[in-house]
């Protein structure tokens, strides 16, 4: 069977580490969608690895890992990384396997993210300008190149047509930046992208799966990025719901048993777009530093406010969420009294529901205050542990969202999770 893991908020909600936690009970993660701008954060041995496109289990020996075809990989992030897992002495021949149907980021495409987002002006909409969104298109537009294509003899030749058509575009934005330096990383990446298990990714799943082995789907960025159902046109461009797994993968959704949603106990978005809870005060600046938040991939400040249990309910029914995980508890030792967005007053009327502009809806929070913890709960090692005013908040979150919080993380480290 497959159980799905992702994000429900606007990404950064500690899905690296939730998945590391899960990978030993499962066969085989597999990452479904997304590209280099995910930053998947773990702790091993103590020393801080950020993941961008190899999935979370990476560190388990037992664990297979698939990067599937929803998911667009820049072949030099890629071997960097990799290289980065191999100086930690992890044999990613042994365990890392990627699905032919994957697409590839190229040189134009990241030419092509900056210059369209700079031609925006003050309607950017905070693109990593990683290229993920030009690949992505060019997979819709039937241009894309995937890694199955490297192993052609003319790849050469397929690269530089494509190339040619982003010349054109480029040519529209007078985008005139020298990209060679980018081209000679791209082939020496490409080369090494060759040497790496490349396969046909939906039959080894499904093969895995007749087998009666288990597989964890792991998403990458946050439901409300989702292209069709997230803040349009403040999105990502895939789709990062529960659903993105059966066609990120070639899985049928027979196959999907529960769907692990996390949360912070609070909110964060990164870049630009609506955040009907974003705080502008001390508070606001007060979460980013209790939080650490920063971007794990691009280090940019994080937008901070309280959780939006509006949207929550909103991403939770999208996905059909079975179970929660709550992190980053433990920040919110920090307040004396925090809340909880139950509500939103749009134009003098009350509603539960996310509206379909959000992003030009005048939306004001409905609060529910909760009181603060005067003690800190990264040593609690057992969920009983853990102080009344935290488990009156997270029963509060179960009862709103009609989902069981199934886990709770209060602190960076692997064991820093209580099952409740």
């Not at 037992?62 to 100086?87: H, M, R, W, Y």
């Not at 959000?358 to 009983?384: H, L, M, R």
Request: net charge negative; proline share 4%; aromatic share 10%.
């Amino acid at each position: 069977m497959v159980d799905v893991l992702l994000g429900l908020q606007w990404g950064d909600e500690g899905k690296g580490k939730i998945v590391d936690y899960f990978a030993g009970k499962y066969d085989v993660i597999a990452r479904f969608q997304g590209g280099p701008n995910a930053g998947h954060t773990l702790y091993v041995n103590g020393k801080k690895v950020v993941l961008r496109t190899i999935p979370s289990g990476v560190f388990h020996d037992k664990t297979i890992n698939l990067i599937g075809s929803g998911v667009v990989l820049d072949p030099v992030a890629f071997k960097q990384e990799c290289e980065q897992i191999a100086a930690l002495g992890i044999d990613l021949k042994k365990n890392l396997f990627i699905a032919d149907r994957t697409h590839i980021i190229v040189p134009s495409h990241r030419a092509l993210d900056k210059a369209s987002e700079l031609s925006k002006g003050n309607d950017k909409i905070g693109s990593t300008l990683k290229g993920i969104g030009p690949a992505y298109m060019d997979k819709t537009g039937r241009n894309g190149l995937r890694v199955g294509d490297v192993l052609a003899a003319d790849f050469q030749a397929r690269y530089e047509k494509l190339k040619l058509k982003h010349q054109h575009l480029l040519d529209g934005y007078n985008f005139n930046e020298d990209i060679s330096e980018w081209e000679t990383e791209f082939f020496d990446a490409v080369e090494f992208l060759k040497s790496m298990n490349i396969v046909n990714g939906e039959y080894f799943l499904n093969e895995k799966l007749k087998a009666g082995q288990q597989v964890l789907a792991e998403g990458a960025q946050g439901s409300m990025l989702d292209v069709d159902f997230g803040t349009y046109p403040f999105v990502t461009s895939s789709n990062t719901v529960s659903a993105g797994a059966c066609t990120g993968l070639g899985i049928a959704p027979r196959w999907i048993r529960d769907v692990i949603g996390v949360t912070k106990a609070y909110c964060t978005r990164v870049g630009s777009g609506p955040f009907p809870t974003e705080l502008y005060d001390e508070t606001g600046d007060k979460l980013r530093a209790a939080g650490n938040e920063f971007g794990a991939v691009t280090a940019r400040p994080r937008r901070c406010g309280w959780i939006d249990l509006v949207a929550l309910r909103y991403t939770s029914m999208l996905s059909g969420v079975t179970k929660l995980v709550m992190t980053k508890s433990d920040v919110l030792d920090a307040f004396d009294e925090l809340y909880a967005c139950t509500a939103y007053e749009i134009n003098g009327v009350k509603t539960e529901n996310v509206p379909y502009q959000i992003n030009e809806a005048d939306i004001k929070p409905v609060w529910e205050q909760f009181n603060g913890w005067s003690e800190p709960t990264a040593n609690c090692k057992q969920y009983d542990e853990l102080p009344l005013e935290m488990k009156t908040f997270v029963s509060a979150v179960e009862k709103y969202l009609e989902v069981p919080v199934a886990y709770v993380s209060n602190g960076p480290g692997r064991d820093q999770i209580l099952e409740k």
